[in-house]
């Protein structure tokens, strides 16, 4: 990761993943995913047309997809029933509706016996997969204000079965504004690691660390409360894990969606409690308590085991009385067969540096969108391209 490629070698290696994601070939299908009863729109939802080509939908629930036009596309989202429409570019939103709670299911079923289960399946999995590798797009924004004023696009490559892990840079692009109200906070460059969303722990929460409701002793920790939904067609179960009133330092409060026949993990999301970030200024490191940390990670089950398909993060940080947040988002693009790198990024790797190291090729990045952008990020990065500041770090 440390070496300078030429921008041919850049070219040679890295084009395949430009047409991942978005490629440059058919119509172009834009358009929104809401939950169909309140008209809320459902961020991070799947889209994927039959062709295989996919994408997800922004934190707005917005999407873009290039895909034949009337081509048969599957939206879905955990915990909602899916559907599938054919592309059309007079098609502006599609509305999933929530699957139903099946009241006689929560009283009658074995709350331990159900966690013991998933825990005892994602460690199968886990061991079964442990070479499996997956090519992660990464976009992490930074706000101040109303202000959008830090992007940075990446490619990974990492372990993906059952959590995200052993990432390495392949890729990536980062410009960010001057900004007085983030003086203290001007980047976090191992961000990054909070995609690494672990659900699967030992003997106990890991403080300050990754995110785990499923450690072996979790009753010392959470209660947890169990409801049942289902579409007719498909059962989940919705596992709610709260940090016991005695517990001093709680870790997480989140839930945990599972396939109710296969135990395998499809969903988790939730907040994290008492975290803090690692942030660099030159070679001053500091710790930073967070205001509020809010997690989604979303797993893909075609092949049979629990695939990390996305992970999004959001985090609000104390400045002066302004809010501050930076925003995070992973997403599973295919398997990781080309790598320019096998170096292993650490908690303490800055990412901005690492990638100021590698060097910037517009021509890598254009008309690479993978996941649409939201309007202030979109508005961010053009202003970031016409001053030229990806690559100026």
Known sequence: MCLRYVLILWLTVLSPLVFVGVPCIGAVWEACVLDAETGRPLPYASVRAGSGRSTITNEDGWFVLSCDSAESVRISFVGYSPVTVSASPGRRSVGLRPMTVLLSEIVVQPVDKIVRAVMAEARRQMRKKRRHKATFFYRQTTFAGSECSEVLEAF?????????????????????????????????????????????????????????????????YYDVSLRTVSDGERKLHVLRFRAKPEVERPVLDCELYVDADTHHVLRCNGRGLNMRVLNKVGRRRTVVAVDSMVFEANYADSDGFSEVESVAVTVSLPSGGSHNAIRSLMYNVGSGKRRLSERRLWFNDNLQRTIDKQGYSARFW???????????????????????LFGSF
């Open 156 to 220: 990974f490559v990492g372990l993906s079965a059952v959590s995200l892990r052993d990432l390495s840079l392949q890729h990536g692009r980062y410009a960010a504004l001057e900004s007085d109200s983030l003086h203290l906070y001007s980047y976090f460059g191992n961000f990054f690691t909070y995609s690494q969303v672990e659900i699967l722990g030992g003997s106990k929460p890991a403080y300050n660390q990754d995110v785990m409701p499923l450690v072996d002793n979790y009753r010392d």
């Open 366 to 388: 254009r008309d690479n969108e993978i996941v649409k952008r939201t309007p202030l990020e979109e508005g961010a990065v053009r202003l970031f391209e016409q001053r030229n």
